[in-house]
């Protein structure tokens, strides 16, 4: 929804599906990206990432062609290679990070990192030393928490070091093609085992 309130185009398409990973600083959200994707990779899946970035950023080079572009007064510049696309684009307000699925529309599943505050799917990284309880705790749309430590919250729990677990729950609950299991595998459910979850 933009700020005006109307529900935008973007935001009326399921598909691919949006995962947040969220949780206070210093958790481990980027390190479990990191390791989440390649195993979602290995399961035959296209992954794409956003990144929330409340300060503001700048990603080219000062003295570039592009760079000069926009400092000249393009309100958007795109570099395309054969490899890559890069683009960056003056907006007015901070979007949420349904609106921007429009740009990740080759992929199978995005994780956006950050937006703890959203309507999207959530998978909180939680340590016991930094904070008493998860964030989202109460949150209706949080997944599942990623923790050390057993978390009681009444749902899903993966160790950060059960990444493929974790990637078997997302495959499951997103309904993500069985078909990309490496090897013909199937994929089923988790099983909860005390606090923690694991899968079969």
């Known amino acids: 929804m933009n700020r005006e309130g109307r529900v935008t185009r973007l935001e009326q398409v399921q598909d691919p599906p949006l995962v947040c990973v969220v949780g206070f600083s210093g958790t481990g959200k980027t390190t479990l990206i ?24 700048e990603m ?8 000069r572009h926009k400092q000249a007064g393009a309100s958007a510049t795109l570099v ?8 960056v684009m003056d907006v007015e307000y901070d979007h949420d990070p349904g609106e921007l ?3 990740l529309d080759t992929v199978d599943i995005i994780l956006a990192e950050g937006y703890k505050r959203s309507n999207h799917p959530k998978l909180e990284v939680f340590r016991k030393d930094l904070r ?13 928490v990623i923790s050390h430590t057993p978390v009681k919250w009444g749902g899903a729990c993966f160790s950060p070091d059960d990444t493929d677990g974790l990637a078997r729950f ?14 013909g595998e199937t994929i089923q459910a988790p099983q909860a085992v005390g606090n923690h979850t694991h899968t079969v």
């Open 60 to 67: 080219d080079r000062p003295g570039k062609d592009s760079w």
């Open 101 to 103: 699925k429009k740009f």
């Open 34 to 57: 990191e390791k989440l994707i390649p195993v979602l990779k290995t399961h035959g899946l296209r992954v794409g990432c956003i990144k929330h970035d409340a300060h503001g950023f």
């Open 132 to 144: 008493d309880e998860p964030v989202c705790k109460g949150d209706d749309h949080l997944l599942a």
């Open 80 to 87: 395309s290679s054969p490899g890559r696309i890069g683009m």
């Open 170 to 183: 997302l495959i499951k609950t997103f309904r993500l093609a069985s078909g990309n299991a490496p090897s």
